[in-house]
Structures are given as structure tokens and as C-alpha cells.
């Protein structure tokens, strides 16, 4: 099979090793030949054969080896009796990495993609059909996944590529007690008191020092994000409104900016 036509798999890292979900095949799944990076075969009665080795290229966000990493490869490969080589470029530069590596061909059997690239790279034909893989799973026979939704949030005119590794994600605030307590104030617990707390943070004297700009308001760099669902990263500000398209409570497709709810984002924002 030449590499310029083997389809990778998008799968949730640590689902998809476990499911033994590793059967990339050749583009159609038309052609019985594997390669030596991985690939799946399938014998002369159509069966696959299990592979001996898959590449697996993924983000800093799974982890990294001072998370863990190699105890976590020791593992599995001793579970899946597979040969598993991890590819972890740069967080920051991470799907730079992967489209140079769609380029050029040499392309992994397992990679970590954020939602817009799943479903660019699925409608060029780079992912593996994995629908009736999903179907005829262990895990799905099982009864243990209990959330269906997950699995049909994410095909794209009903055939599955891959699998979500959670219900949803985003960023989480944290707020240090010992600046609650300096300033006299309580948890927030609405939108108004976030923002007086906000408020308070950036304007007190909060070292005492009788600089008004030494403050405890601090500002991080890259709020914004450049994959869906872009509220991971403002969940205070954007709350009930999302900005792009999405499904509506009665099935219809509308224009997030265009919902009053965003006018309430925007305001606070």
C-alpha cells in the first residue's frame, strides 16, 4: 500500500488503543497489502490481522513523560501486545506539525485532532471509516458507554472517524481565597459579583503599598482560541451564547452572533 493512500485514525487516545480500534487499512479498504509503519493487513478471507506496531502523534495536552507517558506506553503495549511509538510535537506548534505531516504523507495510524480539523481532514478523505468498528465493539456490546449522544455528535453524514475523549471540555476559574479575603468579598456566585470582583482586582491597593497599580489583576496572553467550541476558553463571558452555527433546542440550524444571547456575550465581553 503506498503511504499517500492510507487513511490515519482520529481517535480519543486512550478509547480507542483500549478498543484495539488500530485498523487504519488502505484507502476504500480495496487493497490487502500493509506497510511496515503499522498498518493494518487483512488476510485472504477478509479478516485483519492485528499489526505489530501503530504511530500514535499527539499534543502535550494527553501528557507528557514527566506525566507519566512511558509508564502509561509500558502498559498498554504489555495490555494490546502492540509495539505502540508516540510522535508528540510542541503544543504550541502542534497542527503546524500535523499538516506538514498530512503533506507529506507519512502519515500516523492514531492522532489526537481538535474538532475543526476532524471534520477538515475526514472530508478530504484522511480518516479511516470506523463506523462498524464502533458497532460491532466490545464497549458499545457492553452497555458501559451510556451516552450515544457522544458517538453521534461527532459522525459526519452518519460514518464515524473517530472518538471524542470527553462530553465537553474548557478552562476552569479559579479564584485564591487570600485575594477574596483581602479585598472583603465572598465567592461570586452571579455574573454581577464576578464582575465587582473583577472590578475590585484590578482598582485596590491590594499589597498595600499604596501603588493603586499593584493590583492583583492579571491578564493571560491566547484567551482566545482558534478550535470549536471557542467558548472553552471565556465560559464567564460568553455563558449561554456560542459563536458560531450550531443546532438550536428545536433542530434548526441558526447563526450564533445572531441570537440575542450573544448580545448579553458581547456586552460583557
Known amino acids: 500500500m503506498r503511504k499517500s493512500n492510507k487513511k490515519f485514525l482520529s481517535l480519543a487516545?486512550?478509547?480507542?488503543?483500549?478498543?484495539?480500534?488500530?485498523?487504519?487499512?488502505?484507502?476504500?479498504?480495496?487493497?490487502?497489502?500493509?506497510?511496515?509503519?503499522?498498518?493494518?493487513?487483512?488476510?485472504s478471507n477478509g479478516e485483519?490481522?492485528?499489526?505489530?506496531?501503530?504511530?500514535?502523534?499527539?499534543?502535550?495536552?494527553?501528557?507528557?513523560?514527566?506525566q507519566g507517558r512511558v509508564a502509561f506506553e509500558e502498559q498498554l503495549e504489555e495490555a494490546l501486545g502492540i509495539d505502540i511509538v508516540f510522535n508528540q510535537p510542541d503544543h504550541s506548534g502542534y497542527?503546524?506539525?500535523?499538516?506538514?505531516?498530512?503533506?507529506?504523507?507519512?502519515?500516523?495510524d492514531v492522532i489526537l485532532l481538535g474538532a475543526?480539523?476532524?471534520?477538515?481532514?475526514?472530508?478530504?478523505?484522511?480518516?479511516?471509516?470506523i463506523t462498524?468498528?464502533?458497532?460491532?465493539?466490545?464497549?458499545?456490546?457492553?452497555?458501559?458507554?451510556?451516552?450515544?449522544?457522544?458517538?453521534?455528535?461527532?459522525?459526519?453524514?452518519?460514518?464515524?472517524?473517530?472518538?471524542?475523549?470527553?462530553?465537553?471540555?474548557?478552562c476552569?476559574?479559579?479564584?485564591?481565597?487570600?485575594?477574596?479575603?483581602?479585598?472583603?468579598l465572598e465567592v461570586p456566585t452571579t455574573y454581577d459579583?464576578?464582575?465587582?470582583?473583577?472590578?475590585?482586582?484590578?482598582e485596590m491597593d491590594m499589597d498595600g503599598s499604596g501603588d493603586p497599580s499593584n493590583t492583583y489583576a492579571l491578564t493571560a496572553a491566547g484567551l482566545i482560541g482558534s478550535e470549536a467550541p471557542y467558548i472553552n476558553?471565556?465560559?464567564?463571558?460568553?455563558?449561554?451564547?456560542?459563536?458560531?452555527?450550531y443546532k438550536n433546542e428545536d433542530g434548526v440550524w441558526v447563526d450564533g452572533f445572531s441570537e440575542e444571547a450573544m448580545a448579553g456575550a458581547l456586552t460583557r465581553l
Open 13 to 43: 487516545l486512550c478509547l480507542a488503543l483500549a478498543l484495539n480500534l488500530t485498523a487504519c487499512g488502505s484507502k476504500n479498504n480495496d487493497n490487502n497489502s500493509g506497510n511496515s509503519n503499522g498498518s493494518t493487513e487483512t488476510s
Open 48 to 66: 485483519v490481522v492485528k499489526p505489530t506496531k501503530i504511530t500514535v502523534m499527539c499534543d502535550g495536552t494527553v501528557f507528557t513523560e514527566a
Open 95 to 108: 497542527y503546524d506539525v500535523v499538516s506538514q505531516t498530512f503533506v507529506g504523507g507519512d502519515w500516523p
Open 116 to 129: 475543526a480539523y476532524y471534520a477538515t481532514y475526514a472530508s478530504a478523505g484522511a480518516l479511516a471509516d
Open 132 to 170: 462498524s468498528y464502533w458497532e460491532n465493539s466490545e464497549l458499545k456490546a457492553s452497555g458501559r458507554f451510556i451516552n450515544e449522544d457522544l458517538i453521534e455528535g461527532i459522525k459526519i453524514d452518519g460514518t464515524l472517524y473517530g472518538f471524542t475523549p470527553a462530553r465537553g471540555g474548557g
Open 172 to 184: 476552569v476559574t479559579y479564584i485564591k481565597q487570600a485575594w477574596l479575603d483581602k479585598a472583603g
Open 193 to 202: 459579583e464576578y464582575l465587582n470582583m473583577l472590578k475590585v482586582f484590578t
Open 233 to 245: 476558553y471565556l465560559p464567564e463571558f460568553y455563558q449561554d451564547a456560542y459563536p458560531d452555527f
